[in-house]
Nanobody, 116 residues
Framework: QVQLVESGGGLVQPGGSLRLSCAAS????????MGWYRQAPGKQRELVAT???????NYAGSVKGRFTISRDNAKNTVYLQMNNRKPEDTAVYYC??????????WGQGTQVTVSS
């Protein structure tokens, strides 16, 4: 299985920005749509941003206009630029294929906390 490793999380004040990265252990990105998911305490994991193999993007309504997903196939990396953060964005963020494929395993995620 391909391993996915998320990084870049941390504590940010409301309105602040953060950039997350997701690196794959080997090349799969060129063939798959990739997405960022998040799971807040006590809630189910949700898909917040998707990017297809050709770069088309889609966002959940709660993050549209604030988050930007991008990918670098040469580096096997997907990014999530998060601007104008809100307290409700606090969650553990994961990346994975869209839809979820058994060819990749879930990483440990990266914690993002939005608090003043």
């Amino acid at each position: 299985q391909v391993q996915l490793v998320e990084s870049g999380g941390g504590l940010v004040q409301p309105g602040g920005s953060l950039r997350l990265s997701c690196a794959a252990s080997r090349r799969i990105f060129s063939n798959y749509a990739m997405g960022w998911y998040r799971q807040a305490p006590g809630k189910q994991r949700e898909l917040v941003a998707t990017i297809t193999s050709i770069g088309s993007t889609n966002y959940a309504g709660s993050v549209k206009g604030r988050f930007t997903i991008s990918r670098d196939n040469a580096k096997n990396t997907v990014y999530l630029q998060m601007n104008n953060r809100k307290p409700e964005d606090t969650a553990v963020y994961y990346c994975h294929t869209v839809p979820v494929s058994t060819r990749a395993s879930w990483g440990q995620g990266t914690q993002v906390t939005v608090s003043s």
